[in-house]
């Protein structure tokens, strides 16, 4: 079955810092990749859709210049949180695919900004 | 904009007892539905997964149903066990959205041994 990649599974960064998650489809290459993110106690919520070879698209009240995606290939996309907050904390999850077809999830990255 | 809602929102029962999660969709133009479970401080495990032209999938002890045109699903766990500890989330997939999922608030479901 189709395998998604998502590294690291946790990380601890310090305030001010950037962090890179990475998501990578195994074995299928994925024309489209999501971004979810889960605060505590919460449902996971869209950040942006990414496809491959183009700009990434927002949900409303994502800043795309504090969270970078990169879709650079069929079987890589990366989330960057630039000068990451406190407030930024939060279990970050990818969902790789072919549009209209399935899509598997990621096994999600804790992030803990200091 | 699509709104998905999970009743209830926790939920505790005894080993052995038989359960129903409840999943409410606002839009019925759906392409599919999904359940998933979520351990703490994990990913996501595909329960099952229910198309639009379909009205239930079972795997084991799990059955699902859809009910499209009402707006509901319901999860049916049968002579649960503690290892079904876990959040269990409902996602519905649009066709007309870029095929993203909406995620219900999810049902938090102990089981006591």
């Known amino acids: 079955g189709a395998v998604v990649s998502q590294h690291p599974s946790r990380v601890i960064c310090k305030s001010g810092t950037s962090v890179k998650i990475e998501c990578r489809s195994l074995d299928f290459q994925a024309t489209t990749m999501f971004w979810y993110r889960q605060f505590p106690k919460q449902s996971l919520m869209l950040m942006a859709t990414s496809n491959e070879g183009s700009k990434a698209t927002y949900e409303q009240g994502v800043e795309k210049d504090k969270f970078l995606i990169n879709h650079a290939s069929l079987t890589l996309s990366t989330l960057t949180v630039t000068s990451a907050h406190p407030e930024d904390s939060s279990f970050y999850i990818c969902s790789a695919g072919v549009r209209n077809y399935g899509y598997t999830f990621g096994s999600g990255t804790r992030l803990t900004v200091v | 904009k699509q709104e998905v809602t999970q009743i209830p929102a926790a939920l505790s029962v005894p080993e052995g007892e038989n359960l129903v999660l409840n999943c409410s969709f606002t839009?019925?133009?759906?392409?599919?539905l999904q359940w998933f479970r979520q351990d703490p401080g994990k990913g996501l495990t595909s329960l099952l997964l229910i198309q639009s032209s379909q009205r239930e999938q079972t795997s084991g002890r799990l059955n699902a149903s859809l009910d499209k045109s009402s707006g509901r699903s319901t999860l049916y766990i049968a002579a649960s066990q503690p290892g079904d500890s876990a959040t269990y989330l409902c996602a519905v997939r649009e066709r007309n959205t870029g095929n993203q999922f909406y995620f219900g608030t999810g049902t938090s479901l102990t089981v006591i041994p």
């Open positions: 839009d019925s133009a759906i392409y599919n």
